[in-house]
């Protein structure tokens, strides 16, 4: 799937456009504010309010988005000043970085901010601000160069280009390191030049991700491999999305046969509350393949007792609506009934390959029909 001369330039130009429109906002922020002072004004922040009660599900995107309720954030206001100011600051530090094409992981912002004398009471304090800051541009962190430490890995037959500072015009084939290459922010950014692949498995475990490696599923499938690490992080969802979009190619989850593992085919498939704001990290034609918990049944996979918590996280997830009908409600009741969990490791009771030669096999036949 080659990219032609002419789409590269195209795809360049699109991200100038990109940038270009990212330093306007960051610039415009910092002028109403002298402008608001100019004026004899207390300058102020508008955005949407991230409370729960205006986090509400948007059935035709199929994730939750934010109401219409908005907040301020107001220097005229004692309560205000302090997280007003860490707001304008933060536009500032995103700024600094746009502009020089320097990345900054969460725990360097809060760090850097010492050196402004601009003072937070943790990361935690940080980070929040950094997502109200995502609310007020409607762009998520990663556009702002900001990333969090934990990394996923990426394996397949996949050429890129690179496009950060220093490496451009740089290509790399993904398929040329076998533990794969971390999704980092020179990766993510990078342009897809070309590829064989036919579809993207992404698996929620290193150690089955590094057996998929080992047997060839790359090969065999077709498959760009991506290994989730868990919960996916923000630009490894990204990536999926592009992948997705700009490819064509669609995605299949693998994840373990518990509710957290069909949380997170859940997220990747329709994001999550707590990124509402944002509308560029889901892959809505993703398919769940499994573990399902009638496949922990079916397999007659070595399992775990369901805890309390486990039970109780599942009585939630029937009640989301992301959960109505089709395989998400089944296979939770099926899991209440149970009450029993297990991995994907889980299959070596059948030998190492099993996975790959057997159950993977069957599941990709299955998702034909999902």
């Known amino acids: 799937m080659p990219t032609s001369s002419k789409s590269k330039k195209e795809a360049k ?23 608001d002072l100019n004026a004899g004004q207390f300058p102020q922040f508008t955005f949407p309010s991230r409370s729960v009660s205006n986090i509400v599900y948007d059935s035709k995107l199929k994730q939750y988005i934010l109401g219409k309720t908005n907040v301020k954030r107001s220097s005229g206001n004692i309560k205000h000043i302090r997280p007003f100011t860490q707001l304008l600051w933060l536009a500032f530090f995103a700024d600094k970085l746009v502009h020089q094409g320097k990345t900054s992981t969460l725990r360097d912002v809060y760090y850097s901010s010492q050196a402004y004398n601009m003072e937070f009471v943790d990361q935690a304090e940080s980070d929040e601000i950094i997502t109200d800051l995502e609310a007020v541009l409607s762009r998520a962190r990663e556009q702002l160069k900001i990333y969090p430490e934990e990394r996923s890995a990426i394996f397949g037959d996949l050429t890129i280009e690179y496009t950060v500072p220093g490496y451009e ?15 980092g922010p020179s990766l993510s950014t990078a342009e897809f030049v070309d590829t064989s692949a036919e579809m993207i498995i992404a698996v929620e475990k290193g150690g089955i991700f590094t057996r998929f490696v080992e047997e060839k599923v790359h090969k065999r499938y077709k498959a760009i491999l991506i290994d989730t690490a868990g919960q996916p992080p923000r630009s490894t969802r990204y990536m999926l999305r592009r992948l997705n979009k700009e490819l064509n190619l669609p995605v299949y989850i693998m994840s373990d046969g518990d509710v957290y593992g069909e949380h997170i085919a859940m997220v990747i498939i329709s994001g999550s509350a707590n990124a ?7 892959v809505p034609t993703a398919k769940w393949v499994g573990v399902w918990a009638s496949d922990v049944v079916r397999y007659k996979l ?3 007792p369901m805890t309390e918590a486990d039970i109780k996280r599942a009585q939630e997830l029937k009640k989301d609506p992301r959960y109505t009908g089709g395989v998400w409600q089944r296979e939770l009741d099926i899991f209440l009934k149970i009450k029993r969990k297990s991995e994907l490791e889980a299959f070596s009771k059948y030998g190492l390959t099993f996975i790959v030669d057997n159950y993977l096999k069957e599941k990709m036949q299955e998702a034909k029909s999902l």
């Open 13 to 35: 130009r699109l991200a100038a456009e990109r940038r270009a429109e990212l330093l306007a906002q960051l610039k415009d922020l910092g002028d109403k504010a002298y402008t």
């Open 302 to 304: 070595p399992t775990d």
């Open 276 to 282: 509402a704001h944002l509308r560029d990290l889901t």
């Open 169 to 183: 015009g740089n290509r790399l084939n993904l398929s040329s390191h076998p533990d794969g290459y971390l999704i």
